[in-house]
């Protein structure tokens, strides 16, 4: 099966050719650098349904219209491709993802968790937090397998003071499972993003390419 199109070459070079079926992709970075953006572009680019769990809101029909309308896709049969689920914190977002084996089948090409950590950081209880995490991804990579769809999670960042730098959240529980991982971050530039490929399965680790954000969505710079 063909790999699923982010809609830019350099992005698709990068990831030796799109995102791959049967594993976890993880997408991180900080607010504001794209994230939503691309998840929502390579739904709305590939052939077959959608399901998107949106855990912060982020999801906007009205942008996923727009970008359809600008690319000449029709916005209508574009919405319908998508099923939203928005759980309002982490029991419900197990719920929500244990669901799942009910309603994926053949004609799904992508599941998005946008962010599966973002009920995840206001619990207190970090290592029962960290078991059903690993539960809650065993799912979808369960999922990814079976059906052969990619899957990706997206993930927050928290400013790590030992190293000095930004760091993805449940670091270690999402790095274990998720066998490819992405990295956005915003440049000094207005509008113009960098994205690292931090690991890869067989691509190697630390290229970059440099995208921007329109009314399209994502675009080569």
């Given at each position: 099966m063909e790999k699923l199109t982010t809609g830019s070459k350099?992005?698709?070079?990068?990831?030796?050719?799109?995102?791959?079926?049967?594993?976890?992709?993880?997408?991180?970075?900080?607010?504001?650098?794209?994230?939503?953006?691309?998840?929502?572009?390579?739904?709305?680019?590939?052939?077959?349904?959608?399901?998107?769990?949106?855990?912060?809101?982020?999801?906007?029909?009205?942008?996923?219209?727009?970008?359809?309308?600008?690319?000449?896709?029709?916005?209508?049969?574009?919405?319908?491709?998508?099923?939203?689920?928005?759980?309002?914190?982490?029991?419900?977002?197990?719920?929500?993802?244990?669901?799942?084996?009910?309603i994926v089948n053949n004609r799904f090409a992508l599941i998005v968790v946008d962010s599966v950590t973002s009920h995840y950081r206001i619990e207190k209880d970090r290592q029962s937090l960290n078991v059903e995490l690993g539960k809650q991804l065993q799912v979808l990579l369960w999922l990814a397998r079976k059906y052969n769809i990619a899957a990706i999670v997206i993930n927050q960042v928290y400013f790590d003071s030992n190293s000095g730098s930004l760091k993805p959240i449940a670091e270690h529980t999402l790095g274990y499972k998720c066998k490819d991982i992405l990295r956005l971050e915003k440049l000094s530039k207005p509008g113009i993003r960098i994205a690292v490929l931090e690991r890869h399965r067989f691509r190697p680790e630390g290229g970059i390419v440099y995208f921007k954000i329109t009314d399209k969505g994502i675009e080569d710079v």
């Open positions: 350099s992005l698709d070079e990068l990831l030796g050719g799109g995102i791959e079926r049967g594993v976890l992709t993880q997408i991180y970075g900080a607010f504001a650098t794209g994230k939503t953006t691309l998840a929502m572009q390579i739904g709305m680019l590939n052939k077959g349904k959608v399901i998107y769990i949106d855990t912060e809101g982020g999801f906007s029909p009205e942008r996923l219209k727009l970008m359809a309308e600008k690319r000449g896709i029709d916005p209508e049969e574009t919405l319908q491709k998508f099923i939203i689920f928005e759980p309002h914190d982490f029991r419900e977002q197990k719920r929500v993802i244990s669901k799942l084996k009910t």
